[in-house]
């Protein structure tokens, strides 16, 4: 059983994450900003907790990892205001990698996307912009901490059923399933194999687990 942080706990992804780790015994916190949603968190198995991580400091955060044992970000701003992007992405997303080893939580888990790098060619006039220079940078501060740090890029996120395959060996960004992203989120915490490594995937046929080797 392990105690997992998840930020952005409403998400999509989130809440397809939390019931497969509750179901297998983890205990799920949940961080959310809006507490309308705090009944939906829960009846996904995750304990809400409401946390506005944009404006909260680092100590604040620290206290809130306190006794967990990895760290899920699965937050984001949404999209088109760029200042709250580069305010959420960027540096909330970095103040709680700096809180992680505050709080002595190790396991940090980012779910990036598949074409995130410093490189990423997007324009500066393109309304995408600022989000794809905001998790190059903090998908580059997880990277250069001490956590042990795994970045998650999925492609064009669909949904689909969940087909429990995936494909991390293309080098084109395709798409896949948020059901399948959150299959990758749950074995990534289990597997200590995937620490230290990027891993950019598509749906696929091969099994997550058997996938997710290096």
């Known amino acids: 059983m392990a ?10 992804v989130a809440l397809l994450l ?4 509750s179901a297998r015994g983890d205990e ?4 959310i900003r809006n507490p309308d949603h705090v009944d939906d968190v829960r009846a996904a198995g995750a304990h809400p907790v409401v ?8 100590a604040a955060i620290a206290a809130l990892l306190a006794g967990h044992d990895a ?36 396991r940090y888990v980012m779910v990036s996307y598949f074409g995130a790098s410093r490189d990423h060619g997007i324009p500066a006039d393109n309304p995408f912009h600022a989000y794809a ?17 795994t970045v ?16 991390t060996a293309s080098s084109e960004s395709g798409q896949v399933s948020r059901a399948n992203v959150a299959q990758v989120i749950a074995q ?20 997550i687990a058997a996938a997710l080797r290096p």
């Open 18 to 21: 939390a019931p497969l780790l």
């Open 51 to 58: 946390f506005d991580v944009e404006h909260e400091d680092q």
């Open 28 to 31: 799920v916190t949940a961080v």
């Open 188 to 207: 990534v915490l289990v597997d200590d194999s995937t620490a230290g490594r990027t891993i950019r995937f598509n749906d696929g046929e091969t099994p």
């Open 152 to 167: 998650l890029g999925p492609s064009a996120l669909t949904f689909d059923e969940g087909t429990g395959r995936i494909d």
């Open 3 to 12: 105690r997992i942080v998840i930020f952005g706990g409403h998400g999509k």
């Open 71 to 106: 760290v899920v970000w699965s937050a984001g701003a949404g999209g088109g205001d760029a200042a709250r992007t580069r305010a959420v992405d960027r540096d909330a997303a970095v103040r709680s990698m700096d809180a992680a080893a505050d709080a002595g939580v190790r």
């Open 133 to 149: 220079e905001a998790k190059a940078a903090a998908d580059e501060h997880l990277r250069s901490s001490q956590l042990e740090w």
